[in-house]
């Protein structure tokens, strides 16, 4: 079956650095993209849907500046989480609709902890 | 706005226990209906959906009914098996691409 591959699964990075969490298709293109995030106890929350060679689509809310999304190809979109703060800390997955479907597909998630 | 409330975990259970695991919904129109599941260290995946009032999705076991008059979209199986153990989202979507997601629920069966 379709693989979503996402990595790094944990991080851990120091107040002010930045982040970069790469979700890539595997064995599939995928043109549209989307990441989102969980606090704990909390639902998944959609931050943004990018699609391939154009600008992410950012929910109200979601600083754009803060949370870079860039989605340079039809395999591989890349979260950057800029200048993190402890409350930047969370889970944060992504998944991948397969192109020419609807078909979702889901990367294993990433826990982010700022400290 | 919309929404899905879900049954807050952790569930455990004796294999061979019944199982549901509830979920209501808050949309307006016509959403179709998820569960995913997650097991340990893998990413989502589909379980079943249902995409109008009264349709049944089904697969390994489990089975959810789409209720519009009680918006609910409950998960159940019959008799749970020790590889079931994973955490099960409930979620609805009306065009496809957003997504809202309940916030999950844990199951872990002993054998």
């Known amino acids: 079956g379709a693989v979503v591959s996402q990595h790094p699964s944990w991080v851990i990075c120091k107040s002010g650095t930045s982040v970069k969490i790469e979700c890539r298709s595997l064995?599939?293109?995928?043109?549209?993209m989307f990441w989102y995030r969980q606090f704990p106890k909390q639902s998944l929350m959609l931050m943004a849907t990018?699609?391939?060679?154009?600008?992410?689509?950012?929910e109200q809310g979601v600083e754009k500046d803060k949370f870079l999304i860039n989605h340079a190809s039809l395999t591989l979109s890349t979260l950057t989480v800029t200048s993190a703060h402890p409350e930047d800390s969370s889970f944060y997955i992504c998944?991948?609709?397969?192109?020419?479907?609807?078909?979702?597909?889901f990367g294993s998630g990433t826990q982010l902890s700022v400290l | 706005g919309d929404s899905v409330t879900q049954m807050e975990g952790p569930v455990t259970l004796s294999e061979e226990a019944c199982l549901t695991i509830n979920c209501t919904y808050t949309a307006t129109g016509y959403p179709s209906l998820f569960w995913y599941v997650q097991y340990p260290g893998e990413g989502l995946q589909l379980l079943l959906k249902a995409t109008k009032a009264d349709d049944k999705g089904s697969n390994k076991g489990f089975e959810a009914t789409y209720r519009k008059e009680t918006t609910s979209f409950h998960l159940e199986k019959g008799s749970v098996q020790v590889s079931d153990s994973a955490v099960y989202f409930c979620?609805?979507?009306?065009?496809?691409?957003?997504?809202?997601f309940g916030t999950g629920t844990s199951l872990t069966v002993i054998p």
């Open positions: 998944s991948a609709r397969r192109q020419g479907t609807e078909k979702l597909f």
């Open positions: 979620a609805l979507s009306k065009n496809g691409n957003q997504f809202y």
């Open positions: 064995d599939f293109q995928a043109t549209t």
């Open positions: 990018s699609n391939e060679g154009s600008k992410a689509t950012y």
